[in-house]
């Protein structure tokens, strides 16, 4: 058996090759479309993008320049003024919501029977501390130390103080005290609290 190739011009497969470099082509211009697809698309937001900076840049400077013309039409005399009248409002409306009948309750669950209040006197103070100033009458010493006491069991009195003592012509103790009121948060309030 013989095999050498005899002719004078031998055959080839060259269908494989062109199919190959068919497919091959093919893919070099696919990529190369889905390239400039992506490039014009990315150049477009971009373009977008910038228009849209310039804008947001231009009304800011808008903007700016607003803002320094309201500061410029500031009277400060008028915001200090409108200030005074915001805080006596505030202080009008700290009173209108102390409770006399929660005080009174407390006093009533805390006066001893030899102890009479004679009067009550709030203040209220910044950051809603009410002072308060109780005049009392009582037989003793002894008497005015236990209301005392028991005001400061309750927890909603602190600092207290007996500033003036003296006996009265009936031969009873006059005692002038003085508090700082902490009304309990979420105590019920009932329609004639507010007066």
């Known amino acids: ?17 062109r199919v190959w470099t068919v497919v091959l082509a093919g893919l070099v ?15 477009r937001s971009d373009t977008e993008l910038a ?12 903007l700016r320049r607003s803002a320094a013309s309201l500061r410029g039409s500031v009277d400060t005399a008028q915001i200090a003024s409108a200030s005074v009248e915001a805080k006596l ?39 809603g501390h009410i002072a ?4 009392v009458v009582a037989r003793s010493v002894d008497d005015v130390d236990a209301f005392m006491e028991k005001l400061e069991s ?10 003036d003592e003296f006996v009265n012509d009936a031969g009873q103790l006059v005692a002038a005290i003085e508090t700082t009121y902490l009304p309990v ?11």
Not at 132 to 135: F, P, Q, T
Not at 186 to 191: F, N
């Open 154 to 163: 309750t927890g909603a009195f602190r600092n207290l103080l007996s500033r």
């Open 89 to 127: 409002a505030n202080d009008l409306i700290d009173r209108r919501t102390f409770s006399w009948t929660a005080l009174f309750n407390t006093f009533e669950a805390t006066l001893p029977a030899n102890v009479r209040i004679t009067s009550v006197r709030p203040l209220v103070g910044e950051g």
């Open 51 to 62: 228009l849209q900076a310039s804008r947001d840049e231009a009304r800011a400077t808008e």
């Open 1 to 17: 058996m013989l095999r050498a190739n005899l002719s004078t011009r031998p055959f080839y497969n060259e269908r494989a090759v």
């Open 185 to 195: 948060p979420g105590a019920p309030a009932t329609a004639g609290d507010r007066r």
């Open 132 to 135: 308060l100033a109780i005049s």
């Open 29 to 43: 211009l696919g990529a190369t479309v889905v390239n400039v697809s992506c490039i014009l698309g990315y150049s």
